[in-house]
């Protein structure tokens, strides 16, 4: 990447504006791009791209500088993983930067500690080694170190799969069918497609393939009464109203207004007409209680660390911490204990994360069965098989960036067997 130097000074003050990281770097991002409406599309572009590189690398990166400014880390990461000859650099940099500079080049990657290579705290190192060998671990952090491909979603209510990649073909966007997805596409570039005519006209969203497969794992059906519990800003709601050809009802639920507002135009593109978004105080809400027993499939797509992400937002690895893990764990098991009260019997629950560690996925909904007897859990595998989607991961679906080319997610498929 070869940067102008009114592009690099950009990017060492947006580096800079990010750091702190004391709210999510993209909304981060977003305000400074606000604040500086002078930077063409092409600028931002390039500062996003870089910033996020950053975050990327940065325990490598602040590894290899004595003062890690913003500048150092811009510069080290371009030398370092963009390939930017000293040569380009050099109208850019000091004499002195120019030595440390060739110093980092020679650096080995492979020869510094594992916690650096693969891109994690040390609290995460440990964590994972309680159940994964270190060449794994070293797997799972380079994986997450890769930009994450841009899958879509066909709306199956609006459009066939194989009419929107005819489509793409014929104006030269390279796509293919997801690997696993029935409705999923994947691009292999990133163009603007929030402007694209299937866009504007709801027969295609944004949604990462690994999110598409939880609404097949709750596999709703036409007439049923559904509840997707966190709905957030409703990818998997409309996908799930998809699959019920907008039969029934489904429930959108969420504590936050902001992001359901923001389903509202998608809602609107959709053209289901059975989704009913309401927000919710907490999951003990009134609004909830009223459907206890009713319910003939919920979705607990769980509030979770996010660590399965972090190719999307790599500035989880600051934001999280082995408290917050802690605190996410209880409200983990008090939503899914509220959520499982609105089943009616034979009726099923899907527990679901982007996360990779088993205290937020497999514990959780073993402690969950040990005082629920009245649950039993089903097989992922075998439920994906029924809707011939070739998919074993095991009694769990466990996925992951290099196996899977997804974002990490855990899902788990609970029945409400009898009445106890």
Not at 341 to 352: D, I
Not at 395 to 409: A, I, S, W
Request: net charge neutral.
């Amino acid at each position: 990447m070869r940067l102008t130097p009114s592009q690099f000074d950009a990017v060492v003050v947006a580096t800079r504006a990010v750091l702190p990281l004391e709210y999510p770097a993209d909304a981060i991002l977003r305000r400074h791009f606000q604040d500086h409406s002078m930077l063409g599309a092409q600028d931002r572009a390039v500062i996003a791209e870089t910033v996020f590189g950053i975050l990327r690398h940065r325990f490598f990166l602040e590894s290899l500088t004595e003062l890690p400014t913003p500048r150092a880390l811009v510069l080290a990461y371009l030398v370092k993983f963009q390939g930017t000859n000293l040569r380009e650099l050099a109208p850019l940099v000091s004499e002195t930067e120019a030595r440390w500079l060739t110093e980092i080049k020679a650096v080995k990657v492979d020869t510094l500690p594992l916690a650096i290579q693969a891109e994690f705290p040390a609290w995460l190192v440990e964590k994972l080694q309680a159940f994964m060998p270190d060449n794994e671990i070293l797997d799972l952090g380079l994986s997450l170190q890769k930009p994450a491909p841009l899958d879509l979603r066909v709306n199956t209510l609006l459009a066939k799969r194989a009419e929107v990649l005819d489509i793409f073909q014929q104006e030269g966007i390279p796509a293919q069918a997801a690997l696993y997805s029935p409705c999923g596409i994947r691009l292999t570039g990133k163009p603007a497609i929030n402007r694209h005519a299937l866009f504007l006209s709801g027969k295609i969203e944004v949604q990462d393939e690994g999110s598409q497969l939880l609404g097949y794992l709750l596999a709703p059906k036409r007439g049923e009464m559904i509840v997707d519990f966190c709905a957030g800003a409703g990818g998997k709601s409309l996908l799930l109203g998809a699959l019920m050809n907008s039969k029934g009802r489904l429930y959108a639920f969420d504590v936050s207004e902001k992001r359901l507002n923001n389903l509202k135009p998608r809602f609107k593109r959709s053209g289901l007409s059975n989704l009913h978004a309401q927000r919710i105080e907490n999951e003990n809400d009134l609004k909830i209680k009223r459907l206890s027993g009713k319910i003939d499939r919920v979705l607990v797509d769980s509030p979770c660390s996010g660590l399965g992400t972090l190719r999307r937002n790599p500035d989880l690895k600051w934001r999280q911490s082995p408290q917050s893990i802690e605190e996410l764990k209880a409200k983990q098991a008090a939503i899914l204990a509220a959520a499982a009260a609105l089943l009616k019997p034979g009726g099923r629950l899907v527990y679901a994360t982007c996360s990779f560690l088993p205290e937020e996925n497999q514990q959780v909904v073993q402690a969950f069965l040990e005082t629920h007897p009245q649950f039993r859990l089903l097989n992922c595998a075998e439920i994906l098989a029924q809707q011939k989607i070739p998919l074993d991961t095991g009694e769990f679906l466990q996925l992951f960036p290099k196996q899977h080319q997804t974002d990490g997610f855990f899902a788990a498929a609970l029945e409400h067997a009898s009445d106890h």
